[in-house]
């Protein structure tokens, strides 16, 4: 039996019998009770929803009691006829994973290492089959904290996490949250209530010191970049440091790869760091071949700053503030190795000077 009609009729047993009744036919697809004593508003339907063990289960083949059994309705009727919450929940995130997860074999969850959960109304789910996940999108849910989903703190391989439009609303958790992941490259947390706190992203950051104590691959907060600047600016100033010197520190503990030694990098990239070049040196990175400095404030380049880079291929100083190239010159000139120097945008070579370039 799969469409049983017996609507406007005189049916008047009580729900609980029909419950009983409708649970042992698994087959029921749509159920045809209106206008019977039994039916007589939507509160009637609602309780004999909340009471049919079947509609708990993500299988369940019924989809209508008159009208379509939406699965709001499923969730809300199983809190009311005394439910626990969480479990009443579950049953949202299983048939949103039983629509939109195709499953191969009988340890599917295993192998997931992608999920789209947005705009599922969710508040209680539970990763922890999930083991290897690198990329969950949670966009537009009922999250109240980073605890709501359980066994997050596990996806040790989790690289991208939207939880825009969600209910979070204490950083710390959400700061927990990232020191939890090390691999974590993008977080999502626009549209949520702690995003309407003033300054929240620079008070975030403050509550994240392995993001100058060590390399993090946290790279973009809501598709915008963490920079430097930013990191630096949400720590104050150890007594005996320079802004130069902590920009310095924090470049180049975000650019080196992590567990490399700095004499063996021989590629550096530190363009848009913020740096001077007036308080730091090279001398740990001895074995440097190609060195990027473009789009910093440079004024000059000291005598210790480059020493002992002897295998030096190639430097970049384009758009900086350095007004006499020819001490840079001079500096790098017992280098045999070097090939090119970067100059684009100097002030002292404005109109690509070729005599003036020639005489540096």
Known sequence: LRIPDVHDNA?????????????????????????NPVMRNAADRMTL????????EVHCVLRVIDIEVTLDERVDAWKRSGGEPEMAEMLRFNAIIFQRVTLHDETPFEMLTSLDLRNGRLSHINLQPCANLQILLLKGNRFRSPSDVRGLSSLQRLRVIDLRRNLLAKLPEVAQLVMEHSALESLGLKGNPLCERKNWRHKLLKLIPKL?????????????????????????????????????????????????????????????????????????????????????AIRSVQSACLEGLVQMRALDLSNNKIKDFGHVIHLVHPYQRLESIGTAGHPSLARNDTARRVYS
């Open 212 to 296: 100058h104590e060590e390399h993090m691959p946290l790279a973009l907060i809501d598709d915008e970049e963490v920079t430097i600047a930013e990191i630096v600016a949400a720590w104050k100033l150890a007594g005996d440091a320079s802004a130069d010197k902590v920009n310095f520190r924090v470049a180049t503990i975000r650019k080196v790869m992590p567990g490399m030694p700095k004499a063996q990098v021989v590629e550096l990239d530190l363009d848009q760091c913020g740096l001077t070049l007036a308080d730091v040196n090279f001398s740990e990175f001895r074995s440097l071949q190609k060195l990027s400095l473009r789009n910093n």
């Open 11 to 35: 049916t008047a047993p009580p729900l609980p019998q029909l419950r009983w009744l409708f649970d042992r036919r698994g087959c029921l697809q749509i159920l045809a009770l209106r206008d």
């Open 49 to 56: 929803i909340g009471l049919m063990r079947s509609l708990r």
